[in-house]
């Protein structure tokens, strides 16, 4: 099956300090990605959608300046956290579809963050 | 609006079967998606139900029917390591993905 594969795992950064977070799509090429937040005991909120080559399409309330998104190959989509703070802790999750629409979403392990 | 719903949270029995329903209305309908997710971990593909009717994969069958905005996620011979949150999505028109808040399975002995 697809596999899509998420980097790092999990990350405790400083306040104040910058994180970066990798997606890779491993066995397809996904034209479009799409960035989760999850906090404890809560339902998946979409963050943005990440379309190769172009700008990411942020979810109403998501600051696009925080949370920069790059999707700069049909393999790969990164999430920098800036400036992070400890409100900013949780649990980050890609997810990839492949070129036709109704693809099921594949998602990587996810990046639980961690800001002290 | 968009609304998914589906209980909060169910018990089951080693075992046993346990049948998870999922109500939607959405601004059309281009399919549904049932996922499992464990405590702490990403969410994993279940099934994809875009006709009406059954779809068995082994343990896990998924039922659809459209007119009635209703799906079910049928879970057999439950086994402890089942014990997860489902989640149900629905595609849209705009083939945007709408989430329901989940429904967390707790396997008992």
């Known amino acids: 099956g697809a596999v899509v594969s998420q980097h790092p795992s999990r990350v405790i950064c400083k306040s104040g300090t910058s994180v970066k977070i990798e997606c890779r799509s491993l066995d397809f090429q996904a034209t479009t990605m799409f960035w989760y937040r999850q906090f404890p005991k809560q339902s998946l909120m979409l963050m943005a959608t990440?379309?190769?080559?172009?700008?990411?399409?942020?979810e109403q309330g998501v600051e696009k300046d925080k949370f920069l998104i790059n999707h700069a190959s049909l393999t790969l989509s990164t999430l920098t956290v800036t400036s992070a703070h400890p409100e900013d802790s949780s649990f980050y999750i890609c997810s990839a579809r492949g070129a036709a629409d109704n693809s099921p979403l594949h998602f990587g392990n996810g990046t639980r963050l961690t800001v002290t | 609006g968009q609304n998914i719903d589906q209980p909060t949270e169910m018990t089951a029995t080693e075992g046993a079967i346990v049948q998870i329903n999922c109500t939607y209305q959405t601004s059309g309908f281009n399919g549904l998606f049932w996922y499992q997710q464990h405590a702490g971990e990403a969410p994993t593909f279940l099934s994809y139900?875009?006709l009406d009717g059954l779809e068995e994969k082994g343990r896990f069958s998924s039922f659809l029917s459209r007119s009635k905005g209703y799906s079910y996620l049928l879970l057999k011979e439950l086994q402890m390591k089942d014990s997860a949150s489902y989640l149900c999505?629905?595609?849209?028109?705009?083939?945007?993905?709408?989430w329901g808040a989940g429904t967390k399975l707790i396997i008992k002995p």
């Open positions: 999505a629905v595609l849209d028109s705009n083939y945007q993905l709408i």
């Open positions: 139900n875009v």
């Open positions: 990440s379309n190769e080559g172009s700008k990411a399409t942020y």
